[in-house]
């Protein structure tokens, strides 16, 4: 039989045609499920970009269930930057808007790709991977800011890594055009 549907149930009844037209019974329903076939979809709408200066964040719709090609599915994010080989690694919930968070160095430049995996039995079939999405994280070298002297209500310029400051409590602020700060 050709053309059925992968991942999909179907009922046959065999019946005995004989040449000279005479019939036999039908005999029992039988049922058989086709096997999973290839997904035909990545995962969509990938973006990629630097958080801060020390990570990486991607992002991703899922693949319309419709092109599964299986019930069971799993999506795996191939990844690379400047310092490591390539790397692999499977996310199990193909069905929700997706987002990964990596630790980066800064400068470092990162390239990703994904894939729709369809699993059966412990067999995998794989989809196609993605266009490649890159993003290369800021370089995190110290920048201006002004800071408050803690002994008077003037603010300093003063060179500090962006690691430094605004954790909350911190009396530094990126510099501002206009005037609103006194000069130290």
């Given at each position: ?5 992968p991942d999909?149930?179907y009922f046959f ?10 019939q036999?019974?039908?005999g029992?329903?039988a049922?058989?499920k ?5 997904p035909?979809?990545?995962p969509?709408?990938?973006k ?13 719709d ?39 968070v ?15 995996e369809a ?37 300093q ?11 909350g409590?911190?009396?530094c ?12």
């Open positions: 039989m050709t053309g059925l549907q999909s149930f009844r065999l019946k005995a045609v004989h040449k000279n037209g005479k036999g019974q039908p029992p329903v049922r058989e086709t096997a999973c076939g290839k035909t979809q990545p969509q709408n990938i990629v970009s630097a958080v801060d200066f020390n990570g990486v964040k991607i992002t991703w899922p693949p319309a269930q419709k092109t599964w090609k299986c019930g069971h599915v799993s999506l795996t994010l191939k990844f690379q930057n400047d310092t490591t080989t390539t790397a692999q690694m499977k996310l199990f919930s193909p069905a929700e808007k997706g987002l990964q990596f630790e980066a160095q800064p400068s470092s430049t990162w390239t990703f790709q994904m894939r729709t699993i059966e039995e412990g067999k995998v079939e794989p989809g196609d991977w993605s266009d490649d999405k890159s993003v290369t994280v800021p370089s995190g070298i110290p920048g201006e800011f002004w800071c408050r002297n803690i002994f008077s209500s003037l603010y310029r003063r060179f500090l890594s962006p690691r430094r400051h605004f954790h409590t911190s009396p602020r990126p510099r501002q055009s206009g005037s609103d700060m006194g000069a130290a």
